[in-house]
T-cell receptor, first 114, second 111 residues
Framework: AQKVTQAQTEISVVEKEDVTLDCVYE???????LFWYKQPPSGELVFLIR??????QNEISGRYSWNFQKSTSSFNFTITASQVVDSAVYFC???????????FGPGTSLSVIP | DAGITQSPRHKVTETGTPVTLRCHQT?????MYWYRQDPGHGLRLIHY???????DKGEVSDGYSVSRSKTEDFLLTLESATSSQTSVYFC??????????FGPGTRLLVL
């Protein structure tokens, strides 16, 4: 069975702090995709990143970075020097190749306090 | 922006009335999805479609039906709305890179 766990329900940080959002996944497949989405208070769901199971390179995009480790089945998301605009719910998700469905984690609500 | 629109964006209805939500996409994607989002439950899949007239159930399909007569439109129908169907409904497409993109959402209140 496939499952995505985001153990942190809510996180609160002060602006400019770094914060890491944890994501642990379960799958028996050797080929799969992992995703992160952001849902700001306005409500839309914004795609942030896709990573396939063959690519364990960490990725950095501005203040965002992602650490994918197959050995621990984790795909963690770090925001460096957090800003108030980063306040949102962040979802981690999993899909196997050519599978119809995407499995979403329960989400982590991040509050960045000025 | 994957060219996804949802209508209506907000709706208030009464228990027992039928409701249809529309999802429209402009980029000819094969896969389309309907989710509902509720506090404490995250995103839950209601139904999805893998082509015209090809649909399947998700994890919370009871009380919902869907139709897809054209590639660009995926309709979600609540045959007889109940208060438990008060939710935010999101439509999504999946592109060729296996990535889902979401519409803006529809807020439905069933009184």
């Amino acid at each position: 069975a496939q499952k995505v766990t985001q153990a942190q329900t809510e996180i609160s940080v002060v602006e400019k702090e770094d914060v890491t959002l944890d994501c642990v996944y379960e799958t028996r497949d050797t080929t799969y995709y992992l995703f992160w989405y952001k849902q700001p208070p306005s409500g839309e769901l914004v795609f942030l990143i896709r990573r396939n199971s063959f690519d364990e390179q960490n990725e950095i995009s501005g203040r965002y970075s992602w650490n994918f480790q197959k050995s621990t089945s984790s795909f963690n998301f770090t925001i460096t020097a957090s800003q108030v605009v980063d306040s949102a719910v962040y979802f981690c998700a999993l899909s196997k190749t050519s599978y119809d469905k995407v499995i979403f984690g329960p989400g982590t609500s991040l509050s960045v306090i000025p | 922006d994957a060219g996804i629109t949802q209508s209506p964006r907000h709706k208030v209805t009464e228990t027992g009335t039928p409701v249809t939500l529309r999802c429209h996409q402009t980029e000819n994607h094969r896969y389309m999805y309907w989710y509902r989002q509720d506090p404490g439950h995250g995103l839950r899949l209601i139904h999805y479609s893998y082509g015209v007239k090809d649909t399947d159930k998700g994890e919370v399909s009871d009380g919902y039906s869907v139709s897809r007569s054209k590639t660009e439109d995926f309709l979600l129908t609540l045959e007889s709305a109940t208060s438990s169907q008060t939710s935010v409904y999101f439509c999504a497409i999946k592109n060729s890179q296996e990535t889902q993109y979401f519409g803006p959402g529809t807020r439905l209140l069933v009184l």
